[in-house]
């Protein structure tokens, strides 16, 4: 089953057209190539001053170069179908802090991209702290010296297969879902929002109030499971028949918000006006490569 890589908050609702001074030393971008087996690994891998991104479609490239979610990017049908590799290098005196801008320029350089920022009413499932007491885990303290995972890192490696979908979040920080387990560790609740919003119908919004890192399992029915990868693979822009899609859509993920309870947790339906980043103009094919 292939998945995705995260993506951070919107910043603000100003015209977002204008890219960013900021440009890779040198880079190529160019539509990726059909995977030969069932598994697969993406996202954003970093060597030193090397970045290559792997296997994302432009929705992706988007969200990250302006910080906002997948489901806050609007356009064409093919940014979410289409993808794309990339390989660059960062200039002399740069750091990864800095990638986002230095997409946002190629973006524009190469796929003429315009776009513009407005506000919408969506549909979201606001995460908040339930009745019972609270039974997550705080993630022991990190004795290696390296920094927590700041909100929004772009530290990200993804795998998947038939089995189930591995995401390395950076600094000891990952989710595993596999055998209807969703198996988190050193996690905090608004990253836990993102991530598991790849796997339902809409957004989720982090209003717990908790600043910590945990560690903690959900466990899911095979049949919500199933619901839940067919929804990322989806929200991946991976193409499936329409009777897969349809199992999805009549599908339930009643085991996850009753394991949200088990902990302490809720998850419930409401509107929330959000930011929505509109791609206004762009072309399918990359130019100067």
């Excluded at 030969?36 to 970045?51: E, F, K, M, P, R």
């Excluded at 003429?112 to 997550?136: N, Q």
């Excluded at 839940?228 to 009777?243: D, K």
Aim: aromatic fraction near 6%; hydrophobic fraction near 40%.
């Amino acid at each position: 089953m292939r998945t995705f890589l995260l993506a951070t908050l919107s910043a603000g609702c100003l015209l977002a057209q204008a890219p960013s001074d900021l440009q890779f030393e040198v880079a190529s971008i160019r539509p990726s190539q059909p995977s030969s087996n069932d598994n697969v690994t993406i996202g954003l891998h970093l060597d030193g001053a090397q970045v290559r991104i792997v296997a994302l479609p432009m929705r992706d490239y988007i969200a990250m170069a302006y910080r906002v979610k997948l489901y806050q990017v609007t356009g064409p049908d093919w940014i979410t179908s289409d993808k794309f590799d990339l390989s660059a290098k960062l200039p002399a005196g740069s750091n990864s802090d800095q990638i986002r801008d230095m997409l946002q320029s190629l973006l524009a350089e190469r796929f003429g991209m315009k776009l513009h920022r407005e506000k919408k009413d969506l549909p979201v499932y606001a995460l908040t702290l339930g009745k019972s007491p609270l039974k997550i885990q705080e993630s022991a303290p990190d004795v290696s010296g390296e920094p927590a995972p700041a909100k929004g890192d772009l530290n990200a490696a993804v795998s998947g297969g038939a089995n189930g979908v591995s995401v390395n979040l950076g600094n000891g920080s990952y989710y595993t879902f596999a055998n209807g387990k969703f198996t988190v560790k050193k996690v905090t609740m608004d990253m836990l929002g993102r991530q598991l919003e790849r796997y339902v119908d809409r957004p989720i919004v982090d209003l717990t109030g908790l600043k910590g890192n945990y560690d903690l399992t959900i466990t899911v029915t095979p049949e919500d499971a199933q619901t839940m990868l067919i929804r990322a693979a989806v929200n991946a822009g991976v193409s499936l028949p329409a009777q897969v899609v349809q199992l999805a859509d009549h599908g339930s993920i009643a085991s996850l918000l009753d394991g949200f309870e088990q902990l302490g947790l809720k998850m419930d339906s409401r509107k929330a006006p959000l930011d929505v980043l509109v791609v206004d103009q762009a072309s399918k094919t990359p130019t100067g490569n």
